[in-house]
């Protein structure tokens, strides 16, 4: 009898480490993925502590991921931005729906980036909020390229109303 217990033991042990491997290899399959990513992404915990960050974060933000990986994101002015909007991310933090905003941003080295911030919850199997994965899109330049389009359809208006003047037309 005390056999078969051993036994079944065993195939249980089996079974888990093969179910172990299996989560193993998709966490670094999921890690490649973000890694790879040409946006800068991130990953938060419940608690708001980066778990995970790629490398276009990174050099986007101007931050090493050592100094950020288990902390949480509200102890830097810049990155708390990120982490939490107070207006926009209530649900989101509570493990519902998804988060979109823009975000002006000053970097580190006092360049000031405009970017898109989207973040989805994280919910975890028994339904409690499992975190924030997030991603930041540089729309920089343009909106700097609606502003000079807009600023040349401003002059072009403005010429345009000036020969109409000039010819009697208004």
Same mark, same amino acid.
């Given at each position: 009898?005390?056999?078969?217990?051993?036994?079944?033991?065993?195939?249980?042990?089996?079974?888990?480490?093969?179910?172990?491997?299996?989560?193993?290899?998709?966490e670094?399959h999921?890690? %490649?993925?973000?890694? *790879?990513?040409? #946006?800068?992404?991130?990953?938060?915990? /419940?608690? !708001? &502590?980066?778990?995970? =960050?790629?490398?276009?974060?990174?050099?986007f933000?101007g931050?090493?991921?050592?100094?950020?990986i288990?902390?949480?994101?509200?102890?830097?002015?810049?990155?708390?931005?990120?982490?939490?909007?107070?207006?926009?991310?209530?649900?989101?933090?509570?493990?519902a729906?998804?988060?979109?905003?823009?975000?002006?941003?000053?970097?580190?080295?006092? %360049?000031?980036?405009? *970017?898109?911030? #989207?973040?989805?919850?994280?919910?975890? /199997?028994? !339904? &409690?909020?499992?975190? =924030?994965?997030?991603?930041?899109?540089?729309?920089?330049?343009?909106?700097e390229?609606?502003?000079?389009?807009?600023?040349?359809?401003?002059e072009?208006?403005?010429?345009?109303?000036e020969?109409?003047?000039?010819?009697?037309?208004?």
């Open positions: 009898a005390s056999w078969r217990s051993l036994r079944a033991h065993e195939r249980m042990a089996a079974v888990l480490d093969r179910t172990r491997h299996r989560l193993e290899e998709s670094r999921l890690r %490649a993925v973000i890694e *790879a990513a040409p #946006a800068p992404m991130f990953v938060l915990d /419940p608690l !708001g &502590r980066y778990v995970l =960050v790629n490398q276009a974060f990174e050099d933000l931050v090493r991921r050592e100094d950020l288990g902390q949480r994101a509200d102890t830097d002015p810049t990155l708390s931005h990120l982490a939490y909007h107070p207006v926009r991310d209530v649900a989101l933090w509570a493990g729906g998804q988060s979109s905003y823009m975000e002006n941003i000053i970097l580190r080295n006092g %360049a000031r980036r405009q *970017a898109l911030v #989207a973040k989805v919850a994280l919910t975890r /199997p028994d !339904g &409690r909020p499992g975190g =924030v994965i997030g991603s930041i899109t540089d729309v920089t330049s343009f909106r390229a609606e502003q000079r389009a807009a600023d040349a359809q401003g072009v208006a403005a010429v345009v109303l020969v109409a003047c000039r010819r009697g037309a208004v």
